[in-house]
């Protein structure tokens, strides 16, 4: 650990001495650092690529003091920008969360399905119209979507023979 020209590099926290003698806080990064994160193009499941942003801006949010907290922020929506989010997604990103009120409404099945990213939100949207309940492709269960003669889906669910219960 060295001490350079008044800074303290200390896990993921910049100490550093303010120009009135005080100490300061803000992220520090290594000079190596390349500033490349999950790309807004990668076919993941955008409740990840959200994280990613949410993450780093909580992050900025707890290790900043109040001076070096905007200078942050400016600096992440210049990274997220960069990483092919749009302006929506980062000011989303930047939000503070709220907890939403769950309704008691049970969903009357669940559909596992394989992430592409093209497809996954139609298929969940049109689910959800029924009070389905839509879950990403786990390894129990398979669902395989079928065209029709007609150009339509259908939904064929098949269970694993080797389910331990």
């Known amino acids: ?82 990483n092919g989010y749009s302006h929506q997604q980062i000011q989303r990103a930047m939000k503070p969360a709220t907890r939403t009120i769950k309704t008691e409404d049970k969903p009357i099945s669940t559909a596992y399905l394989p992430y592409t990213q093209t497809t996954y939100g139609r298929i969940s949207r049109m689910l959800a119209k029924y009070n389905n309940q839509e879950r990403r492709h786990t390894a129990q269960e398979n669902i395989q979507l079928h065209a029709t003669d007609q150009g339509r889906t259908r939904i064929k669910n098949t269970r694993h023979i080797q389910d331990p219960l």
């Not at 999950?38 to 900025?60: D, E, G």
């Open 1 to 82: 650990m060295e001490i350079d020209e008044g800074h303290l590099p200390f896990l993921d926290i910049d100490i550093y001495r303010k120009t009135d003698g005080s100490l300061g806080h803000k992220v520090y990064r290594k000079p190596t650092h390349t500033n490349l994160y999950l790309h807004q193009k990668s076919h993941h499941y955008p409740a990840n690529k959200h994280s990613v942003l949410s993450s780093l801006v909580h992050r900025a949010t707890t290790l900043c003091d109040q001076e070096s907290l905007a200078p942050e922020l400016t600096f992440l929506t210049h990274v997220f920008q960069h």
